[in-house]
């Protein structure tokens, strides 16, 4: 038997398993390749963009790790994306930070324009690629005291409120031009490593700062406006201006889009409780599907229990529609096109899981009162042959099945990023190659 035919039987075997528990299989694959993950660029060059000033990562993201072969400009970003969605099964997203534009010229953040991205989108085009967008209120001079929008100084927030303005802009011509909307999140870093005296007015003044970003009203067949909040960062530990209750409030009173990072809270807090409780207030949610560890939100996503968890909620509450999956972790410690494949193959997995599961039958359960009953299914599915439904999904979208993404992963770095090492970077300890390790 060819390896595509057990992958066949394999899967026709497992599809009589949860046909047996009321799953219709086919339907939940047909809903799959519906779904597009927004996934970020940012994984691909540890958050540095194309500036060209080469100013550190700062405002609380720090990106650990110094693997050899980071993208160094657009081009080279494009390739390894490209590769990357080649490893993953479906048509995704692009989501771009602002500085990631291709400037010709010094351009600061409060004057660049759709020009500066039309690379990407001729790019996005061809590839039948839609984008997202992000405002970059971070690694930037007038960031330097860890205040933007919410600064005491009028000057520096007008700055930044420009900047705003700018990428709402961009992001409505992406929409456009893409017939989609483009969602624009606002993650700001603002806040104090330690204990303020004033919790009150940076909030007055970044909710002001928002308002004067929000002002005009833009189609939102061109571009949705989502807003994320974060409990802490390095160097604000003891108060973020935007925090949870902060844009949970400002997303239902200005009926926005709440976005929620899965490593933004505290540690035993989890996302995938909240899904329920703020889509029944604002009208649509941005996730960042990420992993905290200790200090650090961003993390490969792997397949854990709580990126299972919000797959279910997502699908539990037939969310589908309401909900943007886009990804957010940066590891430069390991293969870059292999930490987007790792995260975003697993987020697509836990997703299928979701939809694997009968939901029906257990939510019937619980109406009826049998609780034993659904802790006895919700233990028995997880054994269940997901990964011979997953298999048969990724042959069939010709993605990669299995681990054998890996080795194009290999042939890539071998042959393109062992070649980007500026003359004086050596190998040794971390920065080995995968390649080297695997012989
Ligand atoms: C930071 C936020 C934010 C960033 C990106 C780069 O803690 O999660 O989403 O990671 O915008
Ligand atoms: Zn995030």
């Known amino acids: 038997m060819t390896k595509s035919g057990n992958i066949d039987k394999a899967f026709r075997l497992a599809r009589e398993q949860y046909e047996a528990l009321g799953v219709h299989v086919d339907a939940a694959l047909e809903r799959m390749r519906k779904v597009a993950i927004s996934v970020h660029c940012w994984q691909g060059d540890d958050v540095s963009g194309f500036e060209g000033d080469d100013s550190a990562l700062g405002n609380g993201l720090a990106v650990t790790g110094n693997y050899p072969g980071k993208a160094r400009t657009p081009v080279e970003l494009r390739n390894d994306l490209e590769l990357a969605y080649s490893l993953i099964p479906g048509r995704h997203r692009l989501n771009l930070h602002a500085l990631y534009g291709e400037f010709h010229r010094p351009t600061d953040r409060d004057e660049i324009e759709v020009e500066h991205f039309q690379g990407w989108m ?137 976005c929620l990072d899965a490593g933004h809270f505290h540690p035993t807090e989890v996302v995938s409780d909240k899904i329920s409780s703020v889509l029944m207030y604002v009208p649509e949610l941005l996730l960042h599907v990420s992993r905290g560890v200790r200090w650090d939100s961003d993390h490969v996503v792997t397949y854990n229990d709580e990126l299972q968890a919000i797959m279910q909620e997502v699908v539990r509450g037939d969310y589908l529609e309401r909900v943007h999956i886009g990804l957010d972790f940066f590891d430069a410690s390991i293969n870059r096109v292999a930490a987007w494949a790792i995260g975003t193959r697993n987020a697509l997995r836990a997703l299928l899981a979701a939809l694997l599961e009968p939901t029906d039958k257990l939510q019937q359960l619980e109406r009826d009162g049998d609780l034993t009953a659904r802790l006895a299914l919700l233990e028995e599915q997880k054994a269940l042959p997901l990964g011979a439904v997953w298999n048969y999904y990724c042959e069939s979208q010709g993605a990669p099945v299995g681990v054998e993404w890996l080795d194009r992963v290999r042939e890539y770095e071998r042959s393109i990023l062992s070649h980007r090492l500026d003359s004086s970077e050596v190998f040794r300890g971390a920065k080995r190659p995968i390649n080297a390790i695997a012989q």
């Open 122 to 258: 001729d790019w996005a085009r061809q590839q039948h690629i839609k984008l997202d967008f992000n405002p970059s209120f971070f690694s930037h001079p007038k960031a330097s005291e860890g205040f933007t929008l919410a600064h005491a100084d009028s000057g520096i927030r007008n700055f930044w409120i420009d900047h705003g303005i700018a990428c709402r802009k961009i992001a409505a011509a992406m929409g456009a031009a893409q017939q989609n909307p483009c969602i624009n999140n606002f993650w700001v870093p603002d806040g104090y490593k330690d204990t303020p005296a004033n919790r009150k007015a940076p909030r007055e003044r970044l909710a002001e700062s928002l308002d004067a970003i929000f002002a005009e009203d833009l189609p939102t067949a061109q571009v949705k406006d989502a807003v994320e909040c974060k409990l802490f960062g390095i160097g604000s530990e003891s108060y973020v201006v935007g925090s949870h209750e902060f844009y949970l409030g400002y997303a239902i009173s200005r009926n926005k889009m709440l």
